[in-house]
């Protein structure tokens, strides 16, 4: 039996691959969930670094760079991981592995041989994957308007193979199926995974100097059947970015230093200027 959609709290799944090879795993938590899969001897689960969170001790663990998980050049140089984890069971016996939500998210198990073999998701969905998956960091061709999109706009992770995946998504997940012609409007930033028959056109939803100067629901997303896509309600990107603004937000009441942080900032990067252009003259 091929692992269903949706991840539910404590209960146990089995994945069969195309191979007959069966892999029973089991998602554990509300929402912060731990994937906690059954290995026999000599299985192997890739996982991304730093997602590890316990194991049984014949469970090995090395950090390495696999074929599977392309990073293109410019992924690297602004700070993507170039290796992934890989967790084989070296002893006779079956052995388990606990992966780990990186923050407040649920787990969800892909199928891949169900999607034809192949998924888009948004930047660092992947969580870690058994059998045959193929992890490719790259840019969605299809969008429009792709500087109004940002980061979770066109920047996608390829999942293609024909193993089993589990990826992250925020909040709570709502799976909808769009017919032929069918149109979805979405914010960006909720779409956690879509099926690539799917047409995804980008546009401002406010007038660009509301889109420059910040708001929420800025940029939306025109989905258009056939195809099945992935709805998160609470992106990783919005949970920062409300936090961040619960702790650095200008309140003058509370932090009356902040007006006078900026001032002396402006008026050091002002001695600086003027001073190389005093340097280049003479």
Not at 104 to 127: K, S, Y
Not at 170 to 199: H, R, W
Request: net charge neutral; aromatic share 8%; with cysteine.
């Amino acid at each position: 039996m091929a692992a269903p959609f949706f991840s539910t709290p404590f209960q146990p799944y089995v994945y069969q691959s195309q191979q007959d090879t069966i892999t029973p795993f089991q998602i554990l938590g509300g929402e912060s969930q731990v994937v906690q899969i059954m290995l026999k001897s000599e299985e192997k689960v890739i996982a991304k670094p730093g997602s590890m969170c316990y194991m049984s001790g014949s469970i090995e663990m090395e950090n390495t760079y696999t074929p599977e998980q392309e990073v293109g050049v410019l992924q690297w140089i602004l700070g993507k991981s170039v290796s992934s984890i890989v967790l084989r069971n070296t002893g006779q016996n079956d052995g388990f592995v606990g992966i780990a939500a990186p923050y407040l998210a649920r787990i969800l198990p892909i199928d891949l041989a169900i999607f034809g073999g192949e998924i888009l998701c948004q930047p660092d969905a992947f969580l870690c994957s058994v059998h045959d998956v193929k992890v490719v960091n790259s840019v969605d061709q299809r969008v429009r308007n792709i500087v109004a999109a940002g980061a979770e706009g066109f920047l996608r992770q390829r999942l293609s193979g024909q193993g089993l995946a589990l990826i992250l998504a925020g909040g709570s997940v709502v799976q909808k199926n769009l017919e032929v012609g069918e149109v979805l409007t979405i914010d960006v930033s909720c779409i956690a995974a879509l099926t690539p028959s799917i047409d995804v056109q980008i546009k401002y939803n406010t007038p660009l100097r509301r889109a420059v100067f910040g708001g929420d629901n800025v940029v939306m997303a025109t989905l258009k059947g056939p195809g099945i896509v992935f709805i998160q309600s609470l992106p990783f990107h919005r949970l920062s970015q409300r936090i961040a603004r619960s702790v650095t937000s200008p309140n003058m009441r509370e932090n009356p230093k902040f007006l006078i942080q900026i001032a002396m900032f402006a008026f050091l990067a002002y001695a600086v200027i003027l001073s190389s252009l005093i340097l280049t003259e003479v």
